[in-house]
C-alpha cells in the first residue's frame, strides 16, 4: 500500500489522500514522493479532471521529511555526496513547481488546473512547502495544530521552495521569524491594521479574524461590523446586533493588539473634528 492514494469523484476533483501505513504522522519518503508525481502527472494529462485537493487520511497533514532520505541522498553518491543532495533536491523542486504550474501554458501561464491543500491539523517541513506549491491552502481551525518550517532548529533550510514561497506570501520581514528561528504557527486570532484611504475604495480600519468570526473596525468613528464566514464568506451580512457579546469579545482583543503593536491612527485636520480612538 502506498502513502498516497487518490480517487475521482463525479465532477471530476481528484482527491489525493496522503496516510501513510502504520504510522500515527505523515512522513515523506522518495517512493511517496514519486507517488505523489505520478498523481500530479495524471491530473495534469486527464482531461477528466477539473482540479486536484491534496489532504492526508490523519488528524494532522504532515510531521515532515524522512530525514534518512537525506542520508540516502549522501550515502548513494559516492565520493560527491554534495552533488547527491543537489540533485535530490532539485528533483523535489521539479515536482513542487509542477503542483504550482499544474499544466500551465510556459508561454503565456495561462490555463493549468487549480490544486488545492486541506490541512486538518499540525503541518511542518515539507508537509508545509507542498501546501505552499498549491494554489490554495485551507487550513482547518484546529488548536492544536502547529504550522511552520522547523528545519533551521537540525542546522538546516527548507530545500523544497518554502523559503521562497513563504516570503512571497508574508514578506521578507514576517516570514523571517518562521525560515530562521523554527518558530510555528499556533492556531490564534488574525489581525490587520490598514490606516489610510486607498484609490481602489478602500477605507481606513482594523479587522480580527478569530475562527469563522471577522470583525472590522471603521477608523473614522469606530463603527463595528461583524461576519461569520463559514456561512456568509462575502460579508454580506452584518451580525453585530445579533451578536454583541462575541463583538465585544473580539473588538477587546483587537484594542490590546493595537496597543501591543503601537498602531497608528488617522490625525485630525487643522480645525477639523476630532479623530476617532479606540
Known amino acids: 500500500m502506498t502513502d498516497f492514494t487518490m480517487t475521482t469523484d463525479a465532477d471530476g476533483i481528484a482527491v489525493i489522500t496522503w496516510d501513510c501505513v502504520e504510522k500515527s504522522m505523515n512522513v515523506l519518503n522518495w517512493d511517496a514522493l514519486r507517488t505523489l508525481d505520478g498523481f500530479i502527472d495524471t491530473v495534469i494529462a486527464d482531461e477528466a479532471v477539473k482540479g486536484a485537493i491534496i489532504t492526508s487520511g490523519k488528524k494532522d497533514f504532515a510531521a515532515g521529511m524522512d530525514l534518512n532520505v537525506l542520508a540516502d541522498l549522501r550515502n548513494a553518491s559516492g565520493d560527491n555526496p554534495a552533488q547527491g543532495m543537489f540533485d535530490g533536491v532539485m528533483q523535489m523542486h521539479h515536482i513542487l513547481r509542477k503542483i504550482e504550474r499544474a499544466g500551465m501554458d510556459a508561454k503565456t501561464n495561462k490555463g493549468g488546473k487549480p490544486i488545492v491543500s486541506v490541512l486538518p491539523g499540525t503541518a511542518l517541513g515539507i508537509g508545509l512547502e507542498i501546501p505552499l506549491a498549491t494554489h490554495r491552502i485551507f487550513a482547518a481551525n484546529n488548536p492544536k495544530a502547529k504550522i511552520g ?116 491612527f488617522l490625525q485630525a485636520k487643522p480645525n477639523g473634528p476630532k479623530a476617532w480612538r479606540p
Request: hydrophobic fraction near 35%; avoid cysteine.
Open 149 to 264: 518550517l522547523p528545519e533551521i532548529m537540525v542546522g538546516i533550510f527548507p530545500g523544497a521552495g518554502g523559503t521562497t514561497r513563504l516570503v512571497r506570501k508574508l514578506g521578507a520581514m514576517a516570514a523571517f521569524p518562521y525560515l530562521l528561528e523554527g518558530k510555528t504557527l499556533p492556531s490564534r486570532s488574525m489581525f490587520w491594521h490598514y490606516p489610510h484611504y486607498s484609490n481602489q475604495g478602500g477605507f481606513p480600519g482594523g479587522a480580527i479574524r478569530s475562527g469563522p468570526w471577522k470583525a472590522i473596525e471603521r477608523y473614522e468613528d469606530g463603527t463595528v461590523h461583524l461576519y461569520h464566514l463559514l456561512d456568509d464568506p462575502g460579508e454580506t451580512h452584518d451580525l453585530s446586533s445579533q451578536h454583541p457579546e462575541k463583538l465585544a469579545s473580539l473588538r477587546s482583543e483587537l484594542h490590546r493588539w493595537y496597543r501591543e503593536v503601537d498602531a497608528a
